[in-house]
């Protein structure tokens, strides 16, 4: 079983949608992210929950609504997205987050969103 | 701002040779380094990960090299196979906070048979 999974792969949606990615991890971990890929560009850094609270949010738009109800479970609600919003959505998990303590992210293979 | 990047965009190597990529960081005071393999359809996977008080580690058929002096990492892959195929991401962690990775764009290494 993969240790990060997400759905949908892919998602259509016009602009006036609402829809909800969602994350699922089974490392036993406590933080988990969102970023973003956009083509060439580097992985953008969008939300950070440890144990459920959110820690970070990187001046993402109000149209992006995280969500985490518990430490194994990770949603992003969209609504009244933007054709530039069109990317790879990943989740990531790690053990925790803490300063220095130097943990790898594993990532789950995301979800491909596409604004029409 | 962060600038991890990439010398080289792109990676051509014959199947049985070894390849390396390498990652060029600006922040002296990174402290943890990763490298992640992204297939296409996939999501980033991670290879090996180095300390800013080593300088190689070895994996699997992996080496990760850092040059602190001069502020690089590189990645090298023995016997470079075609499964081997795929982008390549280095990332860099401040030291503040661990979730701050800083990714670079990718190397997309191609294998040829």
């Known amino acids: 079983e993969t240790g990060v999974t997400q759905t949908p792969r892919h998602l259509v949606m016009g602009m006036t949608n609402k829809k909800s990615l969602k994350c699922e991890q089974h490392?036993?971990?406590?933080?988990m992210y969102w970023y973003k890929q956009s083509a060439k560009k580097p992985l953008e850094l969008m939300f950070v929950?440890?144990?459920?609270?959110?820690?970070e949010n990187n001046s993402v738009p109000s149209r992006f609504s995280p969500e985490c109800p518990n430490s194994s479970h990770l949603f992003l609600h969209l609504h009244t997205l933007q054709p530039e919003d069109s990317a790879l959505y990943l989740c990531?998990?790690?053990?925790?987050?803490?300063?220095?303590?130097?943990?790898?992210?594993?990532f789950g293979d995301g979800t491909r969103l596409s604004i029409l | 701002g962060e600038s991890v990047g990439l010398h080289l965009p792109t990676l051509s190597v014959q199947e049985g040779d070894n390849s390396i990529i390498n990652c060029a960081y600006s922040?002296?005071?990174?402290?943890?380094f990763i490298w992640y393999k992204q297939e296409s359809g996939k999501g980033p996977q991670f290879i090996i990960d180095?300390?800013?008080?080593?300088d190689k580690r070895q994996g699997q058929r992996v080496t990760v090299l850092l040059n602190k002096t001069v502020k690089h990492l590189s990645l090298q892959i023995a016997a470079t196979q075609p499964g081997d195929s795929a982008v390549y991401f280095c990332?860099?962690?401040?030291?503040?906070?661990?979730?701050?990775?800083?990714f670079g764009k990718g190397t997309k290494l191609s294998v040829k048979p």
């Open positions: 990332a860099e962690n401040y030291g503040g906070s661990q979730g701050n990775l800083i």
């Open positions: 490392l036993g971990h406590n933080a």
């Open positions: 990531a998990s790690s053990q925790d987050y803490q300063t220095n303590s130097n943990q790898p992210q594993h």
């Open positions: 922040n002296s005071a990174s402290d943890y």
């Open positions: 180095i300390r800013s008080n080593m």
């Open positions: 929950y440890n144990f459920k609270e959110q820690t």
